[in-house]
Every structure is written in structure tokens, then in C-alpha cells.
């Protein structure tokens, strides 16, 4: 079953919670929350406080997706906001299996995200920890980028990988997800989709949420 993960990161800052219900009206399991630096992205977004804001409007699982350096500074604050779920980048951190631990000391899931370039041999000892790996789908920092088809097979052997160990482990593809490129990651073993600019970019962001999940179960 494929999980829709509508990326706030697109939507209307000025009537935020108001597209959060939409989206949640819509039939998205997870709210997908882009936390950027400036330093291991190009760009900045939000902190914990815009998660705490919109914790109470909503009961998705809220799946915050951390492109920050130093990652292990952050997850306390994100934990009390209102996090369920944290997704870190492998690049961003030498202690990757510390970071994982606080994350679900914390009650959490825990996630590694892998840039376009970063191969999945850095998942070798510590996938078994793992809920989740996000495989970027364009290179993080902005909404709204074209999908890289070159990512396709790494989605294959992933998703093989875990079957053949009869792994929990959900695969979540994040950029470029839209109603094209929607079957193409499903078929490759995606299970959750994040989808920003073809959600709320849209004149009617449930409408796309259906269509997308809709394309992907083709
Ligand atoms: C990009 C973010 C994505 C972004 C995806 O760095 O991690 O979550 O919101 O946006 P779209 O779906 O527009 O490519
Ligand atoms: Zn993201």
C-alpha cells in the first residue's frame, strides 16, 4: 500500500494549517516537513516551532526531514514539538548510529536519507535499526526540481534487499513525485511518496493527492 506525503514545504505559509487539513481531508497518512540550514542545502525553511504550531491541527504522522548539519543538536526539539517520525542525511554526520539511538530514545522512528550521488553501502550496519530510508529523488534544497530517473535502480536494489531479509523497513522517495513519475518509483519498491509542488502548486491539492496515489497503484 503506498503512502501519500504531502511536502509543506509548496503550500501557503500565510494559511498553513488550514492546507494541512486539506491535505489530511484528502487521505495523506504523513505530513512531510523540509527542515533546511543553509549550510547542508542551500536554502532555509523552518525550525521546531512552525512543527508545534501545526501539531494540533492535524493527526498525521508528522515525518520531519532534517537537511542539516550536526543533526544531533536538533532531534530533542523536534521530538517535543510534535515529531513522530525523523529522517536525517547520511552525509550529514559521522555518528550516524548515535543519532539513530536518540531518535528513538525519544519514541520516534528513525530515518537516513540518501542525496542522489550517495550509494547504499553507508546503510550496510545499521539498515536493521532502520523504519525508514528516504532516497532523494532530485538533489534537496528546493521544491518544484525534475525527478533523476538515475535513481531508479538504487530504489530496485533497496527494495530487494529488504525483501530478501524480510526487512519492515519502508522506502520513501522525496522530489520531482508527480503523476508521471509517480508509477515509475511505486514499481520500483517505493511505498511512501512525498509529493510538494504537485500537491499544493496544484489549483486543487486534494484532487492531486488522489491522483497521484491513484497513478502510483496503477
Ligand atoms: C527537497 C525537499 C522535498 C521537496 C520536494 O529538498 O526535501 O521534500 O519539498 O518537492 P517537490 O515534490 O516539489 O519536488
Ligand atoms: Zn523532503
Known amino acids: 500500500m503506498i503512502q501519500m506525503a504531502p511536502s509543506i514545504l509548496s503550500a ?24 533546511m540550514d543553509g549550510h547542508f542545502v542551500p536554502n532555509l525553511t523552518f525550525g521546531p516551532a512552525l512543527v508545534k504550531s501545526i501539531r494540533d491541527h492535524s493527526r498525521m504522522r508528522f515525518d520531519v526531514h532534517l537537511m542539516v548539519e550536526e543533526p544531533e543538536k536538533f532531534i530533542a526539539d523536534f521530538a517535543a514539538a510534535g515529531a513522530d517520525h525523523i529522517t536525517f542525511h ?49 538533489n534537496p534544497g528546493f521544491g518544484g526540481q525534475k525527478f533523476i530517473p538515475n535513481v531508479v535502480p538504487k530504489i530496485q536494489v533497496l527494495q530487494r534487499h529488504l525483501e530478501q531479509t524480510q526487512s519492515s523497513c519502508l522506502i520513501e522517495v522525496d522530489g520531482g513525485i508527480n503523476m508521471e513519475t509517480a508509477p515509475v518509483v511505486a514499481k520500483a519498491g517505493a511505498h511512501i511518496l512525498v509529493a510538494g509542488a504537485a500537491v499544493f502548486a496544484q489549483p486543487d491539492p486534494q484532487q492531486a493527492v488522489k491522483n497521484i496515489r491513484q497513478a502510483a497503484n496503477l
Open 90 to 138: 547520511l552525509e550529514t554526520t559521522p555518528h550516524v548510529h548515535r543519532v539513530i539511538q536518540q531518535i528513538k530514545e525519544r519514541g520516534m522512528t528513525a530515518g537516513i536519507a540518501l542525496n542522489p550521488a550517495t550509494p547504499l553501502d553507508g546503510l550496510k550496519y545499521v539498515l536493521g535499526d532502520l523504519d525508514m530510508v528516504l532516497l532523494m529523488t532530485v
Open 12 to 35: 501557503d505559509f500565510s494559511r498553513l494549517a488550514e492546507q494541512v487539513k486539506l491535505v489530511e481531508e484528502a487521505g495523506a497518512e504523513v505530513l512531510h516537513i523540509d527542515i
